[in-house]
């Protein structure tokens, strides 16, 4: 097979560059490995946490809201019974609020779970980029290193000699 | 939550990637053989095609993530 390179150092230049896109490939592959550990810890420890938290500070809010409520509706005023609205809309609200909370530690559940499988077929994608840093790449660079070096013993076998002629003579 | 990093890895990934086809380009200047042309078939097609199925990968589960927030937060 006959070769064709002009410049031998045009391989080698590009084996460089291949070489600087691997580091980038790593470098990003760490990244996208560390965004979906950042997601796992955020879908399965800090969200349940703060919702969790958010559903107990609502019970307590609603057993407040519902003993102001009880207590306002026994109270008598000459005789009358008090409306008590405000206490009925704030025990209302804190009711909402408990059901907001715990539809929301719900959500976090079937999201953390979407997050896993999706991430679980990421994952599947990145393994061919972790395989081209560990083993394409490795290839491709020894082979531009095989061919270069080839190419450059090649030349110098077939570099002219030195010319043995006397120097002219002015 | 902020998920901006996947998108930027995308952006670092295609920046890369347009920077080896560039240097490859001017490589091929130089070289001119079939040797050349293995190369490229058997090692930068492979390249080009790994990272062009994680590209709509990484938009997929950047929109998971985006969704998640949106969704699990306040």
């Known amino acids: 097979m006959s070769a064709n390179v002009r410049d031998i150092d045009a391989i080698r230049d590009f084996r460089t560059k291949l070489m600087r896109f691997a580091e980038e490939l790593e470098s990003c592959l760490q990244g996208l490995q560390l965004e979906l550990q950042r997601a796992f810890e955020w879908a399965d420890q800090e969200r349940p946490h703060y919702w969790g938290n958010q559903a107990r500070r609502a019970y307590d809010q609603l057993a407040a809201a519902r003993t102001a409520y009880e207590t306002c509706r026994m109270r008598t005023v000459a005789g009358h019974r008090s409306a008590c609205i405000e206490e009925k809309v704030a025990f209302n609200k804190a009711r909402r609020r408990l059901e907001d909370c715990q539809q929301q530690t719900e959500r976090v559940r079937k999201w953390s779970m979407k997050i896993h499988h999706d991430a679980d077929e990421f994952r599947g994608r990145l393994a061919s980029l972790r395989r081209l840093v560990d083993a394409d790449i490795p290839q491709a660079l020894a082979s531009l290193e095989r061919t270069s070096t080839v190419l450059e013993q090649y030349a110098e076998i077939h570099r002219p000699a030195p010319s043995t002629d006397p120097p002219e003579k002015a | ?74």
Not at chain 2, 14 to 34: F, I, P, S, V
Not at chain 2, 39 to 49: C, G, P, Q, S
Not at chain 2, 60 to 71: V, Y
Request: some cysteine.
């Open chain 2, 1 to 74: 939550m902020h998920w901006g990093n996947l998108q930027a890895a995308e952006g670092r990934l295609q920046d890369a990637l347009d920077e080896l086809h560039l240097a490859w380009q001017q490589t091929r200047e130089a070289w001119q053989d079939q040797q050349a042309e293995r190369f490229e078939e058997t090692f930068l097609r492979k390249i080009d095609e790994d990272l062009a199925a994680v590209f709509p990968a990484i938009s997929q589960i950047s929109q998971t993530f985006g969704m998640a927030a949106r969704e699990c937060e306040e």
